[in-house]
Nanobody, 119 residues
């Protein structure tokens, strides 16, 4: 059974930083593309950043240059370093694991961690 557990959310002032972590279990992990998504109140869930098994990355335009996604396969953990946070970054952030066809045959989601950016 694949499980994803996020941590690291909280309240931060605009311009500050936070690092989110997502620990996976029940999967090989190194073969899985991983992503961070977010959902603000009244809005649809959107992709924030994604990292492939080969460590290539892509980002939403709104976070380029401010957020960095990384992974540690030995720890089965994906991170999202968020710098220069803005009010509009306030959202629940979800970790996503994409299927690898071996240990995970569908997408899996964590329960989310709340990030609140204040002025």
């Amino acid at each position: 059974q694949v499980q994803l557990v996020e941590s690291g959310g909280g309240l931060v002032q605009a311009g500050g930083s936070l690092r989110l972590s997502c620990v996976a279990s029940g999967t090989i992990f190194s073969l899985n593309a991983m992503g961070w998504y977010r959902q603000a109140p009244g809005k649809q869930r959107e992709l924030v950043a994604r990292i492939l098994s080969g460590f290539s990355t892509n980002y939403a335009d709104s976070v380029k240059g401010r957020f960095t996604i990384s992974r540690n396969n030995a720890k089965k953990t994906v991170y999202l370093q968020m710098n220069s946070l803005k009010l509009e970054d306030t959202a629940v952030y979800f970790c996503n694991l994409e299927p690898d066809g071996i240990s995970a045959n569908r997408d899996y989601w964590g329960k989310g961690t709340l990030v609140t950016v204040s002025s």
